[in-house]
């Protein structure tokens, strides 16, 4: 075991992993991730903490992350190069690794544009590929990127995105195979509605052996009805099969259609099981955290493992620096 | 070259509000072949102010003068004479032109008519494009000859991102995406293992940060 992630453990073990995503508040207040994280601690092995999604001010995701522990939950942290430098980046991961955080997704970030402060400058110091490098060789060698050492390392359990999805089609693989290499224990994928591709896109991925270097969880979204859907489709990156909207509109009420929706992604995670080289699914219900437990069990992946006991640190290193 | 745009005559008409003997200076070097600063330009800039001036009942004299380079004192020393007839000058050059203008005649008021925007080309006639973000260190030979830094809205140096759809950027419909071009470039090139090596961090030190960067050749100094 590289790191004392929980998340790790669950996958080590083979177990079919359940993260899931709580988007902080565009406010001060801790009460809804407090909520969210109470409830899904125990449906999820992992809860991702976004960083800015969509380049919108949001609460730190370290700083979320700090409240979903103290609820008892596994955070991982979101971080974006669109808003910090490399000196920002390290010094964050050291201190979230000072707070007990144990996992980080190292993405690229919405392009400022997107968000409310769209006149802003951004950063792009480094790549998301650099970044899941810097974080291993802070783990793996105690090394700054500077190449100055430190005392205590953060050990964290590194992820990358990956959209299969996005083009050029055939370099997707390629990119995945450079974020393995840089150092990815595991990969959450772009959300998946068009499992046909994604299964393609894993062929590609076995075909490269890289299924059994690195974690794959197939990222999921459920939706509340077809109007999302549409929207999506207009999303770059994002494959969204034409079915689906029909099979959405087909439905009438507000509440049938939210039911057809969890109905949706159950399948599509029952699908995702079937894929050889995916260990997890990835629940990316943003403002409809809730409905999370509802698609955990109706895919029935209740209950968690927790069948081991916390993992020690290994060393104690309090008053190291 | 360095593609320059004109400011909006209101705005430029803004900060000579006060000044009644203004020069008007045009470069013939890139704000030329941008239509944004010769020769041509200056004559339009002036009779607009001239025109606006009078409309208000506060009639300016306006000098014109446009000069082989403003970057270059040799050519700034050649405004010297019309220089002392006015308080103002309005430089249409870059902002290299305006800094060289206003660091020679620091007696005068210097105000920039141009919004100075990239390095960049003509790509047909009435479009101009960034080709160039002046990183320092050039690593066009990697990427098929097509700038990850300036023509990737995120500068990476391990493109794509997952926002690359169709050719496009995730930025918009109207931009190209930078790492599309990279790898239709490389493949067609046969070279796409160029793609498949890790790049490591650039070093921004060369680049914008540092305070202004100096190019120093000794062998052809006097
Ligand atoms: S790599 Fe640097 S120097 Fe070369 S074109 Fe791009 S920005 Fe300019
Ligand atoms: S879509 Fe292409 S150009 Fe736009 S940020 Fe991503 S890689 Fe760069």
Redesign the interface.
């Known amino acids: 075991m590289k790191t004392e992630s929980r998340l790790e453990r669950v996958l080590a073990g083979g177990h079919f992993a359940v993260t899931a995503e709580i988007g902080p508040p565009k406010s001060a207040s801790a009460k809804g991730i407090r909520k969210h994280a109470s409830v899904l601690k125990d449906y999820c092995d992992g809860l991702n903490l976004t960083d800015n999604q969509t380049a919108i001010v949001r609460l730190s995701s370290i700083a979320a992350a700090v409240h979903v522990l103290d609820e008892g939950g596994e955070p991982v942290i979101q971080m974006t190069c669109r808003d910090r430098n490399r000196i920002a980046m390290q010094s964050d991961i050291l201190g979230a690794y000072s707070l007990g955080i144990r996992n980080i997704l190292c993405l690229s970030g919405d392009h400022q544009s997107f968000g409310n402060h769209p006149t802003s400058k951004n950063v792009y110091d480094l790549d998301s590929v650099q970044l899941v490098r810097m974080v291993k060789e802070m783990r793996d060698e105690k090394k700054f990127l500077s190449g100055d050492t430190m005392k205590t390392e953060p050990r964290m359990f590194v992820g990358a995105a990956a959209n299969p999805f996005g083009d050029p089609f055939e370099f997707r693989v390629v990119r995945l195979a450079k974020k393995v290499e840089a150092g990815a224990d595991f990969i959450q994928t772009q959300a998946i509605f068009d499992v046909e591709k994604f299964a393609r896109w894993m062929e590609m991925v076995r075909d490269r052996g890289l299924h059994k270097q690195v974690y794959i969880l197939g990222g999921v979204i459920p939706v509340k009805s077809e109007k999302a859907l549409q929207y999506m489709q207009t999303v770059p990156g994002m494959a969204i099969p034409d079915e689906l909207i029909k099979r959405m509109s087909a439905v009438k009420g507000k509440e049938a259609k939210q039911e057809e929706g969890v109905k949706i992604c159950v399948e599509i995670i029952e699908q995702l099981k079937q894929v050889e080289g995916v260990c997890g699914v990835h629940i990316m219900a943003v403002m409809w955290e809730r409905i999370v437990p509802e698609i955990v069990q109706g895919a029935g992946l209740f209950p968690r493992p927790r069948d081991f006991e916390p993992a020690e640190p290994e060393a104690a290193q309090a008053g190291d620096d | 070259m360095i593609v320059a745009e004109r400011k909006h005559l209101k705005e430029i008409q803004g900060l000579v509000s006060d000044q009644d003997r203004i020069l008007i200076v045009g470069c013939q070097e890139c704000v030329t072949v941008c239509m944004a600063g010769g020769e041509r330009e200056v004559g339009i800039l002036a009779s607009s102010l001239r025109l606006a001036r009078s409309r208000e009942g506060k009639p300016v004299e306006i000098l014109e003068q446009t000069i082989h380079r403003q970057c270059d004192f040799e050519f700034v020393d050649e405004l010297k004479d019309k220089v002392e007839g006015v308080d103002c000058i309005i430089s249409m050059a870059c902002g290299v032109g305006v800094q060289f203008v206003a660091e020679r005649y620091v007696d005068r008021w210097v105000v920039p008519a141009l919004n100075t925007k990239f390095a960049g080309g003509t790509k047909e006639i009435g479009l101009w494009e960034e080709r160039c973000g002046l990183c320092g260190e050039c690593i066009l030979y990697l990427t098929g000859g097509v700038c990850p830094i300036a023509r990737c809205?995120?500068?990476?140096?391990?493109?794509?991102?997952?926002?690359?759809?169709?050719?496009?950027?995730?930025?918009?419909e109207d931009i190209d995406?930078g790492w599309?071009l990279i790898?239709?470039r490389l493949q067609e090139k046969g070279r796409?293992d160029l793609?498949?090596e890790?790049?490591?961090?650039k070093d921004?030190s060369v680049a914008r940060d540092g305070g202004p960067r100096k190019v120093v050749r000794e062998d052809v100094m006097l």
């Open positions: 809205s995120k500068s990476l140096l391990n493109g794509p991102c997952g926002g690359s759809q169709k050719g496009k950027c995730e930025v918009s995406c599309q790898y239709d796409l793609l498949f890790f790049q490591p961090p921004w």
